[in-house]
């Protein structure tokens, strides 16, 4: 595989074909989990975890399943690594799966995940489609650590709350108090706020786009009008 | 004839693949099941050294455990494990496991320590599912809120202030959850109203049997509750 081939499937994870932000998948989870930084950095990672393991299975038996039962092995295979995750966290992980714990049966319903088997790994060679799974899953991270932080300064006015659970105490310098004296937005706090964020975050990406778009509209135009003159 | 086949094929494809997923999962959990377990009690012993203090007791409170049934002051039909503290014999608080119920994402597992004077030692949260961010703030690793309790007694803040701020007594409630901070004073006070009335007979009764009594049954009933 040519190395723009990987360049590509990171753009997509990343920006043009993110889970949250284009392809709207995964909506459970996100809405649910976003509450706080570190609860979205801990279901972004889970769900990459997963997105990786399901992916390279899928491309690895996608020569030996017949298409009219895909859908079916894809959810056994699914379910069975989001169930092997689970249980090896909570034995080799045992603070990071308390923390995480109703999350992790969480990953079961993100349909991005059957969304990336069956659009991407079952057609794919096995390391293309284990960067895809990658990309796509620390595309879906930094998503739910945007909303999360959102979400957590506007509903609670504080920033990285309890990150010491996933890094140790080391990392507590980053809890900050943003706002003093808040007094807590219900509404950011609630799941309608997990909507409204995102809908907040889209609007940005257009945008940022749409410049994109026109920057480079103008880089077309420009210099050929600009040689005649020179 | 060649559809039959072609199904047959489909079916035990699928079938093999259902037999691997499921051995996968067989087998990581048999790997990990100890090691879970072993996690699971290494936490319930800690959990239960911050509510008694190792230098108020000299017993061995994982082993010195009691069983007791009370559907309706201890939350749960099946019996429920009761950890005694002793020193020099004396009693000196028993920790209950008990289950609030009505949580909002089902029944919350509690660790209630009450000293023999019928003072609250503690409250822990053992394992709920109560909304992230929201209602979770029952746990003592995401709010301070746990250790409201510590102190109380049926008399401090007596019944009616037994009950969150919003219908009337003594405990806050969260922004945005009412359900589950409601829940676990309702456990809490339930607690000390079946302490009150079997105290006795409590630090009176022989331990359960060492391995499939109390820290055993406990620790197996864990996981399920996640």
């Known amino acids: 595989?040519?190395?723009?081939?990987?360049?590509?499937?990171?753009?997509?994870?990343?920006?043009?074909?993110?889970?949250?932000?284009?392809?709207?998948?995964?909506?459970?989870?996100?809405?649910?989990?976003?509450?706080?930084?570190?609860?979205?950095l801990g279901m972004g990672l889970a769900t990459m975890a997963t997105l990786v393991a399901s992916n390279g299975l899928v491309s690895m038996i996608r020569q030996i399943v017949r298409p009219e039962i895909r859908i079916p092995v894809f959810v056994v295979i699914i379910a069975s690594v989001v169930t092997v995750i689970e249980l090896v966290m909570n034995a080799y992980f045992h603070q990071l799966y308390k923390i995480l714990?109703?999350?992790?049966?969480?990953?079961?319903?993100?349909?991005?995940?059957?969304?990336?088997?069956?659009?991407?790994?079952?057609?794919?060679?096995?390391?293309?489609?284990?960067?895809?799974?990658?990309?796509?899953?620390?595309?879906?991270?930094?998503?739910l650590v945007l909303l999360g932080g959102l979400r957590e300064v506007a509903g609670h006015g504080t920033l990285f709350t309890q990150i010491y659970l996933m890094f140790g105490h080391g990392a507590d310098w980053l809890t900050t108090q943003v706002i003093p004296h808040y007094q807590g937005f219900l509404l950011a706090a609630l799941p309608p706020g997990a909507f409204l964020g995102l809908g907040l975050l889209i609007a940005l990406k257009n945008v940022i786009d749409q410049r994109l778009a026109e920057r480079a509209a103008a880089h077309e135009t420009t210099p050929p009008a600009a040689q005649p003159a020179a | 004839m060649a559809l039959m086949k072609n199904m047959s094929v489909s079916a035990v494809l699928l079938g093999l693949f259902a037999i691997v997923g499921t051995a996968l999962v067989a087998y990581t959990y048999s790997a990990t099941k100890d090691r879970i377990a072993a996690n699971e009690r290494a936490i319930l012993l800690r959990t239960l050294h911050t509510l008694i203090?190792?230098?108020?007791?000299?017993?061995?409170?994982?082993?010195?455990?009691?069983?007791?049934?009370?559907?309706?002051?201890?939350?749960?039909?099946?019996?429920?494990?009761?950890?005694?503290?002793?020193?020099?014999?004396?009693?000196v608080a028993a920790v209950f496991t008990a289950i609030a119920p009505n949580g909002y994402g089902g029944p919350i597992k509690l660790l209630v320590a009450v000293r023999y004077d019928g003072t609250i030692a503690g409250v822990r949260v053992i394992s709920d599912q109560e909304t992230?961010?929201?209602?979770?703030?029952?746990?003592?690793?995401?709010?301070?809120?746990?250790?409201?309790?510590?102190?109380?007694?049926?008399?401090?803040?007596?019944?009616?202030?037994?009950?969150?701020?919003?219908?009337?007594?003594?405990?806050?409630?969260?922004?945005?959850?009412?359900?589950?901070?409601r829940a676990v004073v309702k456990a809490v006070h339930n607690t000390l109203l079946y302490f009150k009335q079997h105290r006795e007979e409590l630090f009176g009764a022989k331990p359960t049997s060492d391995k499939t009594g109390g820290e055993h049954t406990n620790a197996s009933e864990g996981p399920s509750d996640e």
């Open chain 1, 1 to 40: 595989m040519s190395d723009s081939g990987y360049r590509q499937i990171f753009n997509d994870g990343m920006w043009n074909n993110n889970v949250a932000f284009v392809q709207i998948l995964g909506m459970c989870p996100l809405l649910a989990v976003s509450t706080t930084v570190v609860n979205g």
């Open chain 1, 101 to 143: 714990g109703i999350f992790i049966p969480l990953i079961v319903t993100n349909c991005s995940i059957l969304g990336r088997a069956e659009a991407f790994a079952s057609k794919n060679s096995i390391g293309r489609s284990l960067a895809d799974g990658l990309f796509m899953g620390l595309g879906f991270t930094v998503a």
């Open chain 2, 132 to 181: 992230p961010g929201l209602g979770d703030a029952i746990e003592s690793e995401k709010s301070d809120w746990i250790y409201s309790f510590t102190g109380k007694s049926l008399d401090n803040p007596g019944k009616k202030g037994w009950a969150v701020k919003r219908d009337g007594g003594q405990f806050d409630q969260f922004t945005g959850a009412t359900i589950s901070p």
């Open chain 2, 53 to 91: 203090p190792a230098s108020e007791q000299d017993n061995d409170m994982a082993q010195d455990t009691v069983q007791v049934t009370s559907p309706q002051y201890l939350g749960s039909p099946k019996p429920m494990t009761v950890y005694r503290a002793r020193k020099h014999g004396k009693p």
